[in-house]
């Protein structure tokens, strides 16, 4: 057994070889109701994300932890700086899931992550049925070979395909990607092409304000200059708090 460093949804995390090869292992305490929640999302919604994320093979109880393995994948995380050749390969993995269709009870995004940072009028330009991983970070893409891998489906979540890509466009932007090719990237996505505009400005303002309510002003400054760049050179406007 190899262990691996733990993601914030699960307190253990770890590669074990066994004699039918490798495999990949998380669990939390019984008594850490978060953390079982946000595994049981990830074994709800495992059938449906096959294509991009390896196979749920067990979930087990024993010892005071609830465990699941899955099986390995033997990657790299995902180089997300400017010029990688990895952008292209994050772009196929997402494309894989954005026609998914959200199961029934997923919480959806802008209820979940923006409540209280917008309108009721906004909310509903927020609103839809794609499935969201919500956390495409790099440690979440891993690189194998030719492809790459999404992960850790611990926190997904309802709306429109397009927030993954914006999401993953400020990814993009926090390796050192400039604005624009960020924005050169998510036009690869006939989601991102197709999104109401102004259901994207109610996303970038609302995401804004949550940060700022939660860091300070000083403190979100960077990250929410990185998402005010989804709207292009000359509307940053639009996302400031109003």
Do not use: Y
């Amino acid at each position: 057994m190899t262990d691996v460093p733990h993601g914030i949804t699960c307190s253990f995390a770890a590669v074990l070889s066994t004699a039918s090869g490798r495999m990949f292992a998380k669990g939390v305490p019984v008594d850490d109701e978060r953390g079982r929640a946000a595994q049981a999302w990830e074994v709800a919604v495992n059938p449906l994300v096959l294509q991009a994320g390896p196979r749920l093979l067990w979930q087990v109880e024993a010892g005071g932890w609830e465990l699941l393995g899955f099986e390995w994948v033997d990657g790299r995380h995902a180089d997300l700086s400017p010029g990688s050749a990895d952008h292209g390969l994050v772009a196929e993995v997402l494309r894989d899931v954005q026609g998914v269709a959200a199961p029934a009870g997923v919480p959806q995004f802008v209820d979940r992550d923006l409540a209280g940072f917008v309108t009721a009028e906004e909310r509903e330009l927020l609103l839809g049925d794609a499935l969201l991983h919500t956390d495409t970070n790099p440690h979440n893409l891993l690189v194998d070979g030719e492809r790459a891998w999404l992960v850790d489906w611990a926190m997904p979540a309802r709306g429109p395909a397009w927030v993954d890509v914006a999401e993953s466009a400020v990814r993009l932007m926090e390796d050192g990607c400039s604005g624009e090719e960020a924005l050169a990237w998510a036009a690869g996505f006939e989601s991102w092409q197709s999104a109401d505009q102004a259901a994207v400005e109610v996303f970038v303002g609302a995401t804004c304000r949550s940060w700022e309510a939660r860091v300070g002003v000083r403190g979100a400054r960077a990250g929410n200059a990185r998402f005010e760049a989804l709207l292009g050179a000359g509307r940053h406007i639009a996302a400031k708090v109003r």
